[in-house]
T-cell receptor, first 114, second 111 residues
Framework: NAGVMQNPRHLVRRRGQEARLRCSPV?????VYWYRQLPEEGLKFMVY????????ESGMPKERFSAEFPKEGPSILRIQQVVRGDSAAYFC????????????FGPGTRLTVL | QKEVEQNSGPLSVPEGAIASLNCTYS??????FFWYRQYSGKSPELIMS??SNGDKEDGRFTAQLNKASQYVSLLIRDSQPSDSATYLC???????????WGLGTSLAVNP
C-alpha cells in the first residue's frame, strides 16, 4: 500500500506569490493533519481535517493560510502572499477512520521563499 | 496549556550501549503515547505507541509508561550509529485525535 504522498517535494516561491501544497493520505484514511517545521525546530501543529470538515485549526495563522480536504481528491494547504518566514518543511500525516490516533507521515514539502 | 517536555540533548552514547530517552507531560488525562524518530531532513516515522502503564517491547526498543509520575520513556538497546536521529514524544490528551508534540531529543551514537 502506498503511504502518505505529498507534492511537490520542493517548492520555490517569490515573496507575494501563492503556495499550494498537496497531500494524499494513505488509502482508506479519512483524517489529515498538517504540521510546519522550521529549521532546527520542533513540529508545530497547524490543522486537523476530516473529509470536508475542519476539526481543529488552532495552529493555523489567522491570515494567508487555509486548508481543505474535499470529498474527492487530496488535501490542500494554501499559503497566500508568501513571506520569507513561511520558508519551512510542511508535513502531512493521516490516520484511519477506525478509532486510532496513530499518525503516519508523508515525506514533506520543503518551501523556500525568495 | 497541555505540554510535553523533552531534554533537547544532544544525548551521546557509545555503540552497543543503552540509550534512554525521557518525556514528561502535564495533562493527567493523557491516554495515548507515541515515540517517533526523525532523521535530519526527513519526516517523522513511528517507532512505538503505548497506552497502558508498564513496559512495551519491540525488538531493540522498549517504551515505558508511568501515568502516576506522568512520564514516558524510550530505551534503545544495543544502540547503533544508524539510531542517531531526533526522537519525538507525542501524546494525545484530548477527545479528538490531535497530538501534542515535544521538541525532541537529539541522539548521537558514536562508533
Amino acid at each position: 500500500n502506498a503511504g502518505v504522498m505529498q507534492n511537490p517535494r520542493h517548492l520555490v516561491r517569490r515573496r507575494g506569490q501563492e503556495a499550494r501544497l498537496r497531500c494524499s493520505p494513505v488509502k482508506g484514511h479519512s483524517h489529515v493533519y498538517w504540521y510546519r517545521q522550521l529549521p532546527e525546530e520542533g513540529l508545530k501543529f497547524m490543522v486537523y481535517l476530516q473529509k470536508e470538515n475542519i476539526i481543529d485549526e488552532s495552529g493555523m495563522p489567522k491570515e494567508r493560510f487555509s486548508a481543505e480536504f474535499p470529498k474527492e481528491g487530496p488535501s490542500i494547504l494554501r499559503i497566500q502572499q508568501v513571506v520569507r518566514g513561511d520558508s519551512a518543511a510542511y508535513f502531512c500525516a493521516s490516520s484511519p477512520e477506525i478509532y486510532t490516533d496513530t499518525q503516519y507521515f508523508g515525506p514533506g514539502t520543503r518551501l523556500t521563499v525568495l | 496549556q497541555k505540554e510535553v517536555e523533552q531534554n533537547s540533548g544532544p544525548l551521546s552514547v557509545p555503540e552497543g550501549a543503552i540509550a534512554s530517552l525521557n518525556c514528561t507531560y502535564s495533562d493527567r488525562g493523557s491516554q495515548s503515547f507515541f515515540w517517533y524518530r526523525q532523521y535530519s531532513g526527513k519526516s517523522p516515522e513511528l517507532i512505538m505507541s503505548i497506552y497502558s502503564n508498564g513496559d512495551k517491547e519491540d525488538g531493540r526498543f522498549t517504551a515505558q509508561l508511568n501515568k502516576a509520575s506522568q512520564y514516558v520513556s524510550l530505551l534503545i538497546r544495543d544502540s547503533q550509529p544508524s539510531d542517531s536521529a531526533t526522537y519525538l514524544c507525542a501524546i494525545n490528551a484530548g477527545n479528538n485525535r490531535k497530538l501534542i508534540w515535544g521538541l525532541g531529543t537529539s541522539l548521537a551514537v558514536n562508533p
